[in-house]
């Protein structure tokens, strides 16, 4: 993607957008979202605006709240105050299942596959979304119900060559290397047809070449399937060669937000990694 398509701008509503979306409805938009735990308030007026096809990042120590931040926007976890939209909709009383119907797919910190069943079988679990067929038709083996295994084997078969994974399908999910099994994750959650893909440091276990093999997947991604990404990500490198636009939190508040170069150099997102620094002794 060219420089030009990475411009951020300030759209309409003050969010800080690609340009690239400024004429499209915001894949996501949060609005003094926050949730509470026996009076601790884990999130607070959490307020953040992604574009229908921008790669953005969510950073921050330990504990901030990132995680949290996640399991309120797949309805884990029900606000206590604010309101999420997804493409413009208002997300209130729906439960995780809607949510990723509606659209919203993610991976996990640890990897949730189901690791006795097959690699392509995994891919097949995301892909029921979609392709469906009733207990009757699979049951008697209707025609309906080989036709549409038949596509689920193509689809899955197409998703995983996206990460040049089609030789391991017939695998068991368990058995692969930790940056494959990562790696399947994606592309299960792929499976559900998300226009907002949200990734829970899918760099996490991987080496340096790995990690590059990640960045370039996720912008192909991106521009395949022209959804929106959010991902949590405490590889530096990765989040700031990646990332268009990142949210930096911190005790369940934002303290900063930008492009990946104001972020970087934004003294309060440095004192919070690297704690106050010292005045030197005269």
Not at 75 to 85: H, R, S
Not at 110 to 117: D, E, G, K, Q, V
Not at 146 to 158: G, I
């Amino acid at each position: 993607m060219s420089e030009n398509n990475r411009k951020m701008v300030w759209a309409p509503s003050t969010a800080f957008i690609p340009a690239r979306d400024v004429d499209k409805i915001p894949v996501l938009e949060t609005r003094h979202l926050g949730i509470e735990f026996g009076g601790l308030k884990a999130v607070d007026n959490f307020n953040i605006t992604i574009g229908s096809t921008e790669i953005s990042g969510l950073i921050g120590p330990n504990g901030a709240g990132k995680t949290t931040i996640f399991n309120l926007l797949t309805k884990v976890y029900q606000p206590t105050t604010g309101t999420i939209l997804f493409n413009g909709k208002e997300t209130s009383g729906m439960n995780t299942v809607q949510i990723n119907k509606a659209g919203i797919a993610r991976t996990f910190q640890n990897i949730r596959l189901f690791s006795t069943l097959s690699v392509e079988d995994n891919v097949k679990v995301g892909l029921h979304n979609a392709m469906k067929y009733s207990a009757f038709s699979g049951i008697l083996r209707l025609p309906r119900y080989w036709s549409t295994e038949k596509r689920m084997h193509r689809r899955a078969m197409e998703l995983l060559e996206i990460f040049d994974m089609q030789d391991m399908a017939r695998y068991r999910a368990g058995s692969l290397p930790y940056g494959a099994q990562r790696r399947l994750e994606i592309l299960r959650a792929l499976a559900t047809g998300p226009s907002l893909l949200l990734l829970d440091e899918p760099a996490a276990g991987m080496n340096p070449a790995e990690t590059v093999e990640l960045m370039e997947n996720i912008r192909k991604i991106r521009d395949t399937f022209q959804i929106a990404i959010l991902l949590i990500e405490h590889d530096m490198k990765l989040v700031m060669g990646i990332c268009e636009g990142i949210a930096v939190l911190n005790y369940g508040r934002i303290i900063a937000k930008g492009t990946p170069e104001e972020v970087q150099n934004n003294p309060v997102v440095i004192e919070a990694y690297l704690g106050k620094q010292k005045e030197a002794k005269a």
